[in-house]
């Protein structure tokens, strides 16, 4: 496994936007699938979006056209760019990495607070 280390939440108001990043410690071509997850208090974890090595993204259907994801496999870091930002995104946003073996790893969470 791999150490993960996020970035960049906070509190915003509604319409805001942040920018989550996260920073990699494996090698720069290790890496396969980088994805962000959100998990709010009582709900369970899902999938917010998800980028391939070779830049495919995937996106939940409540951030489409919201949210997105990139990587910089020369920074080891993965970002969310977070905008139009509603009450309901108001979340722990935890990181996730697949390395070319199918190893997981996961990162502490950073929290987002989508408030007035």
């Known amino acids: 496994q791999v150490q993960l280390v996020e970035s960049g939440g906070g509190l915003v108001q509604p319409g805001g936007s942040l920018r989550l990043s996260c920073v990699h410690s494996g090698s720069a071509f290790s890496i396969r699938d980088m994805s962000w997850y959100r998990q709010a208090p009582g709900n369970q974890r899902e999938l917010v979006a998800s980028i391939t090595r070779n830049k495919f993204t995937n996106y939940g259907d409540s951030v489409k056209g919201r949210f997105t994801i990139s990587r910089d496999d020369a920074k080891n870091t993965v970002y969310l760019q977070m905008n139009s930002l509603k009450p309901e995104d108001t979340a722990v946003y935890i990181c996730?990495?697949?390395?070319?073996?199918?190893?997981?790893?996961w990162g502490q969470g950073t929290q987002v607070t989508v408030s007035s």
């Open positions: 996730n990495v697949v390395d070319r073996t199918g190893v997981t790893s």
